[in-house]
């Protein structure tokens, strides 16, 4: 994240991100085939927990995050405003 800050990025979107930590899956997760290219990363996210560290580290930094937005993602996010 620190990295992101440091190349004075105009704005950060988020990831999804769930409860727990998730590595998603394994290299390649990019495939080139005939008719474009496939995409399955696998969800990878840090967790909740890091997450909001992430977002405590963003919100320091004056950039504007820009957080997807789902249902389940208002729900994870609600969790972490409480405590």
């Not at 474009?36 to 930094?61: F, R, T």
Request: glycine share 8%; proline share 7%; with cysteine.
């Amino acid at each position: 994240m620190q990295r992101i800050i440091d190349c004075d990025a105009g704005a950060i979107v988020t990831k999804s991100i769930g409860m727990q930590p998730r590595e998603g899956y394994p290299n390649p997760t990019v495939l080139e085939l005939e008719f474009g290219l496939l995409n399955a990363m696998g969800l990878p996210n840090p967790g909740v927990d890091e997450y909001g560290n992430e977002m405590e580290q963003l919100h320091k930094s004056k950039i504007p995050i820009i957080v997807v937005s789902t249902l389940r993602m208002f729900l994870i996010l609600s969790h972490l405003l409480r405590r």
